[in-house]
């Protein structure tokens, strides 16, 4: 039983930190809290099962071209949307989630609904860690998750682009001032969470099942991990992953499978009440409370 | 010399009768008097005819008054958006309450309908005022996603733990004794909000409110409790969404999870937002419009929703004044066309 919550609370863990790392990094970039993530998540599964099953293309290049549609739907509710918004913060959460309601109602209407779409796993078979059985798509999804964070931070050190972005997120006038276009880096960034958002959704489908219910899911799981963690700030992501993983997973394992979402609910709650800027963020006392 | 181009631009001017009733009141014909009145009438006399109109179809009376409900969330939303400067996406926690506390103190203690309502009004508003206590410190996005977070966590604790009926909810509560208390019962609820409401806002209590969205820090330091203005404004609003969600589980006689579903904090501000933000009166017109609107839509499942939300980025984006607003501007000021020299 502790191996089985050692093994599987990390992979839990994992799995929180993709869905949440875009939702963060265009927080923490640009601002822009991106309530339509959960939609574009399932959208993009969405989108790869169409590639592969009705076009019937080989599954790694549905998969990549629904991670470029990911990051192209990005960059349009950018332009056409929270561009014009931008500053105005209830606005954009205001706007961001209608257009994700839009599109899983709308995926819901097409009639994607129920437990008959699935993805094909990227690799098959079982291992034995610790004598606990892990299949392998699961150390697929720790090994990406890890690949992606070294990706990440590489990219924000080491080039152009990723020092653009943050710079941005550290001052946005300075960076204005050094020729940085906050337009294009904000839409990058958030075309960027999108394609983020579609690689968790491409690696943690294949788990599970197609459906509609996972995009609401996945915003409040990655709300929480982002609200815990400190709204932009990209460790406190990881280590927040990592405790509500665990925490969720203990419960799931001495309790019932509803208590799932009630730890995550109640976390965000506690946190906002308790340290509004996260347990790893930065305190921003007058901006945020009163 | 360079060629002058010419350009236009739109003046706009107060019209007299508007400038003199603004502050000092001075009205001296009748005609001014109706100016003033035309407005209030209409909507006022609108409502109050609507079910002698709509009482041969029993169907578009539950119709109109879903339009109440609705206009009432949104009153209580755009009283705490717009003048408190508090953004809950939550309106379904005050509503859910409401129609909770209303099915416990029918079905247990046997409270007839209207006694009921009454009750779960004041004991809701005073529920959600206690429970929203600890984050009214918070300001913008934070306060926006944790009121995002109370009705979900509310439907989630009732499945997990099977408390309050669990998924099943109550049923078999009691309705109104006929069609006219129904009606008239909630269209006067609804018209004694909005008035009592735009009162409110005026007055000297109503300044502070309003001061709390615009400063809050001059509040604090004229000696003025932030989270206890908060905590007053929090508990008129809740009001409102308490009274509107007793009311409806008495016109439909059961009560569940649903009264704590998601669009029921959405389609407050889509109202909200289509109608006219911070005019009170915009959120009756939005959900006048947006009501009749989802019954024609009805047979299309959650197409519905993909139209709302898609009329909701719409307004947010490209219209953000909303309906009253632009209503407003057109009734109250003249426009013309001048040449800029």
Same mark, same amino acid.
């Given at each position: ?28 970039? =640009? ?260 | ?27 001296? =014909? ?187 820090? =001059? ?38 999870? =649903? ?83």
């Amino acid at each position: 039983m502790f191996y089985d919550i050692l093994v599987y609370g990390f992979i839990q863990s994992l799995a929180l930190v993709l869905m949440a790392f875009g939702f963060s990094l265009v927080y923490g970039v =640009s601002r822009l809290p991106n309530f339509a993530h959960g939609a574009i998540y399932v959208l993009t599964g969405f989108v790869a099962w169409i590639f592969f099953n009705q076009a019937g293309l080989p599954y790694f290049v549905s998969a990549v071209l629904a991670i470029i549609a990911a990051g192209l739907l990005g960059v349009l509710i950018y332009y056409l949307i929270l561009k014009r918004v931008r500053g105005m913060e209830v606005s954009e959460v205001i706007a961001t989630y209608a257009i994700g309601l839009a599109l899983l109602e709308g995926l819901r209407y097409m009639g994607f609904r129920g437990g008959t779409y699935t993805l094909p796993p990227a690799v098959d078979g079982v291992s034995f860690i610790f004598d606990v059985p892990v299949d392998h798509q699961r150390i697929f999804l720790v090994v990406l998750g890890f690949t992606m964070l070294a990706t990440i931070w590489l990219l924000t050190r080491y080039t152009r682009i990723g020092r653009a972005l943050k710079g941005v997120a550290q001052d946005e006038r300075a960076a204005m001032m050094l020729g940085i276009d906050s337009d294009v880096t904000a839409a990058m960034a958030v075309a960027l969470g999108s394609m983020l958002s579609g690689v968790a959704a491409l690696i943690i489908f294949p788990l599970g099942s197609l459906v509609v219910e996972e995009g609401y899911k996945v915003l409040i799981y990655a709300i929480a991990v982002c609200v815990v963690g400190g709204l932009g700030s990209w460790a406190g992501t990881v280590m927040a992953a990592f405790v509500l993983g665990y925490s969720q997973y203990i419960t799931v394992a001495y309790g019932k499978p509803h208590f799932q979402m009630v730890v995550m609910l109640c976390a965000i709650i506690a946190t906002l009440i308790i340290r509004p800027s996260g347990f790893f963020g930065k305190q921003k006392q007058l901006q945020e409370r009163v | 010399m360079a060629e002058t181009i010419k350009q236009r631009r739109r003046e706009r001017i107060d019209r007299g009768v508007k400038v003199r009733s603004a502050s000092i009141y001075a009205l001296n =014909s009748m005609e001014e008097i109706s100016y003033l009145l035309a407005p209030r009438l209409l909507l006022t006399c609108g409502f109050l005819f609507m079910p002698l109109v709509l009482s041969p179809w029993p169907y578009w009376g539950r119709v109109g008054l879903s339009i109440c409900i609705l206009a009432l969330l949104s009153i209580s939303f755009d009283f705490l958006a717009n003048y408190v400067g508090l953004v809950s996406l939550g309106g379904a926690f005050f509503y859910g309450v409401g129609g909770y506390i209303s099915a416990i103190l029918n079905t247990e203690l046997g409270l007839p309908p209207a006694l009921a309502i009454m009750a779960a009004t004041i004991l809701g508003a005073i529920v959600c005022t206690v429970a929203l206590l600890p984050c009214l410190p918070l300001r913008g996005i934070y306060f926006a996603i944790v009121t995002l977070m109370y009705p979900l966590l509310m439907i989630r604790l009732i499945e997990a733990f099977d408390i309050l009926g669990g998924t099943e909810g109550f049923r078999g509560i009691d309705g109104f004794s006929s069609f006219w208390t129904e009606q008239y019962g909630l269209i006067l609820g609804l018209l004694a909000a909005l008035f009592a409401l735009r009162r409110f806002v005026n007055t000297d209590a109503g300044l502070v409110v309003r001061a709390v969205k615009d400063n809050d820090q =001059s509040v604090r330091a004229s000696g003025i409790s932030v989270t206890g203005t908060k905590a007053k404004a929090v508990f008129l609003a809740s009001l409102t969404g308490c009274f509107a969600g007793a009311y409806y589980i008495h016109m439909y006689s059961n009560v569940g999870i =649903s009264s704590f579903a998601l669009d029921l904090s959405i389609m407050p501000i889509a109202a909200t937002i289509i109608g006219g933000s911070g005019t009170l009166v915009g959120p009756v017109i939005g959900a006048a419009i947006l009501v009749p609107l989802s019954e024609l839509l009805r047979d299309f499942g959650s197409l519905r929703i993909v139209v709302y939300a898609l009329v909701l980025t719409g307004f947010v984006v490209f219209r953000s004044e909303g309906l009253m607003n632009f209503l407003t501007r057109k009734y109250q000021q003249i426009e013309r066309w001048v040449d800029i020299r």
